[in-house]
Nanobody, 124 residues
Framework: QAHLVESGGGSVESGGSLTLSCAATGGIFTIGTLGWYRQAPGKQRELVAKIFRSGGTMYADSVKGRFTISRDNVKDTAYLQMNSLKPEDTDIYYC??????????????????WGQGTQVTVSS
């Protein structure tokens, strides 16, 4: 059964760095887009960053210039390097993966996976 395994969360002081990783395991479909969302209690889950299979990336305005997302397509693993962390980055971070297949050259999504979530805490 396919699932995502997250690691790398923790506590750091303001201005510090953390790296999250997310590995997709199992299943028969190809991993498409990988990314992270974050959610604070009582708030909606919001996009932090995502990376397409082609390598293209997208970031939330609040993390541009501080966070960098990358991926290893052989290992089906994504990485989120978080620098210059701020207290407002404190949240639970959830890894996300879009799975699918290429059909006549076009990408067809089949399902999506979510990680268990990892806590990131930044103290001032």
């Amino acid at each position: 059964q396919a699932h995502l395994v997250e690691s790398g969360g923790g506590s750091v002081e303001s201005g510090g760095s953390l790296t999250l990783s997310c590995a997709a395991t199992g299943g028969i479909f190809t991993i498409g887009t990988l990314g992270w969302y974050r959610q604070a209690p009582g708030k909606q889950r919001e996009l932090v960053a995502k990376i397409f299979r082609s390598g293209g990336t997208m970031y939330a305005d609040s993390v541009k210039g501080r966070f960098t997302i990358s991926r290893d397509n052989v290992k089906d693993t994504a990485y989120l390097q978080m620098n210059s962390l701020k207290p407002e980055d404190t949240d639970i971070y959830y890894c996300y993966a879009d799975r699918g297949e290429y059909y006549h050259g076009n990408w067809v999504s089949r399902d999506e996976l979510w990680g268990q979530g990892t806590q990131v805490t930044v103290s001032s």
